[in-house]
Antibody
Framework: EVQLVETGGDLVQPGESLRLSCAAS????????MTWVRQSPGKGLEWLSY????????AYADSVRGRFTISRDNAKNSLFLQMNSLRAEDTGVYYC?????????????WGPGTMVTVSS | EIVLTQSPATLSLSPGERATLSCRAS??????LAWYQHKPGQAPRLLIY???NRATGVPARFSGGGSGTDFTLTISSLEPEDFAVYYC??????????FGGGTKVEIK
């Protein structure tokens, strides 16, 4: 079964750091670009970052550039999001998703999400 | 940044009715548009990619259309499980992928 599972969500204080992980299974992880998306309470989906499969090209949304870092370990079928200098507005459910080139890079597989709460 | 504007914000309809959701892009995005369904407590689900292609397992009552800057998602006859929030998404601009603000389809 093709699957993504996020872990690492927690309650942290403003200014602290957190690292999210996304474990992939059921497909050749190294062949796909991957992305992180979040949903803050009461808001819509917000794209955060992606990393390509082969060239490791990355991009970030303005809201997280300079604070968040995406990375991957193809040998361990894992995607990561290092989040530094966390703010209250970073609170939300964080999803990892797979980009499928055959579907014009639509996000075809999503994990169930992991909750991040930033509060003092 | 390419801005996607979805309308209406909320659509109140009854089961069996037709739903038409709109997504307007601030500039042409060719065919790099997808639609997702999102229910509370669940992962988003890909419905439509490449403007009008249904993803695997998506019922035929869902259809996408449009071109350039104006796109639509149509649900021909609403089923109880279709009441959810729907988002359009563009990946035309690799430097900044964006989602629309969403349209909530609620039971009237």
């Amino acid at each position: 079964e093709v699957q993504l599972v996020e872990t690492g969500g927690d309650l942290v204080q403003p200014g602290e750091s957190l690292r999210l992980s996304c474990a992939a299974s059921g497909f050749t992880f190294s062949s796909f670009s991957m992305t992180w998306v979040r949903q803050s309470p009461g808001k819509g989906l917000e794209w955060l970052s992606y990393m390509t499969s082969s060239t490791n090209t990355v991009a970030y949304a303005d809201s997280v550039r300079g604070r968040f870092t995406i990375s991957r370990d193809n040998a361990k079928n894992s995607l990561f999001l290092q989040m530094n200098s966390l703010r209250a507005e970073d609170t939300g459910v964080y999803y990892c998703a797979r980009l499928n080139r055959k579907l014009r890079d639509a996000f075809d597989i999503w994990g169930p999400g992991t909750m991040v709460t930033v509060s003092s | 940044e390419i801005v996607l504007t979805q309308s209406p914000a909320t659509l109140s309809l009854s089961p069996g009715e037709r739903a038409t959701l709109s997504c307007r892009a601030s500039q042409s995005i060719s065919r790099y548009l997808a639609w997702y369904q999102h229910k509370p407590g669940q992962a988003p689900r890909l419905l439509i990619y490449d403007v009008f292609n249904r993803a695997t397992g998506v019922p035929a009552r869902f259809s996408g259309g449009g071109s350039g800057t104006d796109f639509t998602l149509t649900i021909s006859s609403l089923e109880p499980e279709d009441f959810a929030v729907y988002y359009c998404h563009q990946r035309f601009n690799w430097a900044g992928l964006t989602f629309g603000g969403g349209t909530k389809v609620e039971i009237k």
